[in-house]
Nanobody, 126 residues
Framework: QVQLVESGGELVQTGGSLRLSCAASGRTFSFYAMGWFRQAPGKEREFVGSISGSGGSTYYADSVKGRFVMSRDNAKNTVYLQMDSLKPEDTAVYYC???????????????????WGQGTQVTVSS
């Protein structure tokens, strides 16, 4: 069982930056691929990015590519989402997710993940 707790969401102006964190429980964090998803009001949850267990591979949705960067610190059981050049359309609840991964892949689908956090609100004002 893995428990995930997101933090770092807040109100920011267009063009600003935020770093979200996702802290995970458990002793085998490096065995898990991690993903970030987001859900805006009235819209379906969508993929933002994923990172392999080692942190060596990352994959991003086209809408955030070049602006968002995922990283992880396996010693701290934490994954990060650095968000730069934020736009109003980035406003959403951001969720981190985890899945055991014995091989590398992009893992862009909600069904790929077994564990989810409760989410953190990011609001970008225009």
């Amino acid at each position: 069982q893995v428990q995930l707790v997101e933090s770092g969401g807040e109100l920011v102006q267009t063009g600003g930056s935020l770093r979200l964190s996702c802290a995970a429980s458990g002793r085998t964090f490096s065995f898990y691929a991690m993903g970030w998803f987001r859900q805006a009001p009235g819209k379906e949850r969508e993929f933002v990015g994923s990172i392999s267990g080692s942190g060596g591979s990352t994959y991003y949705a086209d809408s955030v590519k070049g602006r968002f960067v995922m990283s992880r610190d396996n010693a701290k059981n934490t994954v990060y989402l650095q968000m730069d050049s934020l736009k109003p359309e980035d406003t959403a609840v951001y969720y981190c997710a985890a899945r055991m991964a014995r091989y590398e892949s992009t893992w862009p689908a909600i069904k790929d993940y077994d564990y989810w956090g409760q989410g953190t609100q990011v609001t970008v004002s225009s």
